[in-house]
Structures are given as structure tokens and as C-alpha cells.
């Protein structure tokens, strides 16, 4: 450990894995949130995509379970159930073909986000040397003479109270898809990175329902659009009994929210086991829609950034959530971090540049899987024969 202090900007499940690995390897970390956080498992305004399935993968399960031994256990005792990829998974392979119901190795818990985000944030804040910032918004990075170096941040509450400078030796944005880094490098004449954009303009709608007392033949349903249908639709099983029941659809087929036509456009799936599992259900929510979801990459590996700075999570790379793999690459990057600062002997100087590039090279598969996937349909769109073949990603 050593005897400096790091600011994390966004309290995140990216933001929270970062300050629990840098807690190991800082005397001081300080998390900087621009909402106020809830006491228990519950929403915020920060995280629109909330509401909505996720998909906490074996990885990301197993990464956090290294860094809060006990993790899993306390989803359980929350009531997440235990989600075998095998055994417990329907899943639509094709148009027409389930994948065979099989034991495996794979398993992990399906549980809400907002789950997932109070288990991790309750173990870090627990922390000795970490501290929370609620109610903030970061106005800009701090520099030193030469713009070569970050020093700190620009904090402002959210209120009354007047802006102040906040003092760091190392930086983390982990603010997600709303991150303003290229703003400010702009803003200080500082180059800023290349994006890539892979958008399918696919649009969500979720609405909880009450699961059927004594239903034992899935915990998660999961029906994926298959080419030439481009809507598909899944429901998780999370904690207190709940299903959560998506519907979604591709080239702006988006499900509507009127209770109607959400079961209408439910009823259209290729296959009926969707339907028929809601159509007589007991909702616990109204419907909510979401349409944020374009493969976003900024490529911070390509120029030379501050040194002192780093970014993850979504703030450099954000994948279309249908396929689950936001936290998972969150804990995954927050994992490198730490490796990365070990294998450079905490010399922050040349923290920045290589992480950088051990981030990019770590999204690379898992931009891969999204964009593949996106690709069929964008290309379906446009009348191209020349997209991958949609199938390819569940023979991956």
C-alpha cells in the first residue's frame, strides 16, 4: 500500500470494484457520486438501465466472490436464486430449437442490479480507508503546469454549496455511458480519442411480474431474436419470487408500454413459452422502456492521456446490454487495474498508458460477441448479404 489518495468519479458497480481493488494498494480512496445513494437494494436516478434484466456472468460472479468472500452467499440470503446455465436456462438456440437441459459447471445467481450494486456497495463502504462523496458533480480534471499530469479534480455539489478543488494522486473515471473525459481533455487542449459505433437501435420494455407459486420449470427464459423475426424476449427469476420479463426488438421494432400491446407484441415471438407465462400473470410494476443501448468504444489506448488517469467500465466501453456482459467487463477491468498497478510497483506515472492498452486488448472478445451479434441485423436493415452469420454467436 501506499501513502496517497485516489479518487474514484461514480459509484457504479465499475466504481465500486475499483475502489474496493484500489483500497489494497491506496492509504486513502475517495468515491465521488453525483446521486444520493439508497440505504438498501434499490434504484437511482444514475443508472436508467437498472430496471431492466441483467446478467451478473460466471466470471463476474467469480471475480466477485475473490474480492467479498461471502458475496455469494449473501445474494442468497437476499433470495437471488442459483441460475445453473444447463439445468436452469431455456433457451432458444433457433428459430425453432431449445438448447438440450443439462447439468453443467456453469452457474451464478440471477438477481436485480439493484441487488448486485447494494451487496457490493454495503462491503465497500464498510471499508476503513474508503469514503463516499454523495450528492457531487466532478466539473473537470485538475492539472499540473504542463497538462502532463492530473492532480486531482473540480468538484461541485449539487445544491447550495460552492464549487471546491479536490487533491488525488490518481484519478479513475468510472462514471459510465455519461462520462464528460473527452469534454474536458477538449476543453484543456488536450487530444481526444477516436469512437466506434455499432448500433442496432434495438429498445427494450420491462414489466415485473409475481412468479406462480410452485413453478419449478425455469429460472431464467431466455428467447433471443432469430433472424427473420427481429424481436426476441427473456425473463429472470430474481430475488423475492419476482420475474422480470423483457421483450425487445431490433431496427427500432421497439415492445410498446401499454399493457395491450406489450402482451401483443409478446404474443408475436416465435415461440409461445413468453407468452404464455405472462399473459395471465400478476404485474408488480407498470412498463418501463429503454433505448440507450449502441455499442459505444472510445479508444483512450490510441492517444497519450494525463499520466495519474485512468478510465473503465462504460466510460470506455459500453456494450448493448441484451447480452449481459456490463458487469461482468466492469469487474474484469477493475481486476487489471490492480494487476496493472502491482506489475508496475505503484509507479503512477506509468500506470495510465499501459492500462490503457490492457483494457482495450481485455474488451476486445467482448466487443466482438455484442458487435457480431448487432452486425446480422444492421445488415438485414441495409439489404447487405455480407453480415455475419446471426447464428455464430451461440455456437460461440
Known amino acids: 500500500m501506499i501513502d496517497k489518495h485516489a479518487i474514484v468519479i461514480g459509484s457504479s458497480i465499475a466504481g465500486l470494484m475499483t475502489a474496493r481493488v484500489l483500497s489494497e494498494r491506496f492509504a486513502r480512496v475517495t468515491i465521488l ?30 471475480i466477485m466472490e475473490d474480492l467479498f468472500p ?5 445474494l442468497a440470503a437476499a433470495g437471488a436464486p442459483m441460475m445453473n446455465y444447463g439445468r436452469d436456462v431455456r433457451l432458444l438456440v433457433s428459430f425453432h430449437q431449445w438448447m438440450p437441459n443439462v ?9 436485480s442490479r439493484a441487488l448486485v450494486e447494494h451487496v457490493i456497495r454495503h462491503r465497500v463502504l464498510a471499508l476503513p480507508n474508503v469514503e463516499v462523496c454523495e450528492r457531487v458533480i466532478v466539473d473537470g480534471l485538475l492539472m499540473n503546469e504542463n497538462k502532463q499530469r492530473v492532480t486531482g479534480v473540480r468538484v461541485a455539489p449539487r445544491g447550495t454549496s460552492e464549487p471546491y478543488d479536490m487533491q488525488g494522486d490518481f484519478v479513475v473515471d468510472a462514471s459510465g455511458r455519461r462520462s464528460r473525459t473527452p469534454q474536458w481533455l477538449e476543453q484543456l487542449g488536450l487530444p481526444t480519442p477516436e469512437t466506434t459505433v455499432v448500433d442496432s437501435e434495438v429498445g427494450y420494455a420491462t414489466r415485473l411480474y409475481r412468479k406462480p407459486k410452485g413453478f419449478d420449470k425455469w429460472t431464467v427464459l431466455y428467447m ?16 423475492n419470487d419476482i420475474w422480470m420479463a423483457s421483450l425487445g426488438g431490433y431496427n427500432r421494432q421497439y415492445p410498446p408500454t401499454n399493457e395491450a400491446e406489450f402482451l401483443e407484441y409478446a404474443r408475436t415471438l416465435p415461440q409461445p413459452d413468453l407468452y404464455d407465462a405472462i399473459k395471465d400473470g400478476e404485474p408488480l410494476s407498470g412498463i418501463i422502456s429503454y433505448r440507450n443501448t449502441r455499442n459505444i468504444r472510445y479508444h483512450y489506448e490510441r492517444i497519450n492521456l494525463p499520466t495519474h488517469f485512468v478510465l473503465l467500465g462504460d ?15 466492469a469487474a474484469m477491468g477493475a481486476v487489471q487495474l490492480g494487476e496493472t498497478l502491482d506489475d508496475l510497483h505503484g509507479d503512477l506515472a506509468a500506470v495510465t498508458a ?12 467482448m466487443w466482438l460477441l455484442a458487435t457480431g451479434e448487432d452486425l446480422a441485423f444492421i445488415h438485414l436493415e441495409s439489404g447487405s448479404g455480407d453480415g455475419p452469420d446471426p447464428g455464430w454467436f451461440d455456437r460461440f
Open 70 to 74: 461471502g458475496f455469494d452467499d449473501e
Open 354 to 365: 499501459q492500462f490503457q492498452k490492457q483494457l482495450a486488448a481485455l474488451h476486445d472478445s
Open 224 to 239: 433471443p431474436a432469430r433472424l427473420p423475426s427481429v424481436r426476441g424476449g427473456a425473463i429472470f427469476e430474481v430475488e
Open 103 to 111: 447439468e453443467t459447471d456453469f452457474a451464478s445467481r440471477a438477481a
Open 33 to 62: 457520486e453525483r446521486d444520493r445513494l439508497p440505504n438498501g437494494p434499490e434504484e437511482r436516478a444514475g443508472t436508467p438501465q437498472g430496471k431492466h434484466v441483467h446478467n451478473l456472468l460466471v466470471r463476474g460472479l467469480r
Open 315 to 329: 466510460a470506455v466501453c459500453g456494450f448493448n446490454p441484451i447480452y449481459g456482459q456490463g458487469m461482468t467487463s
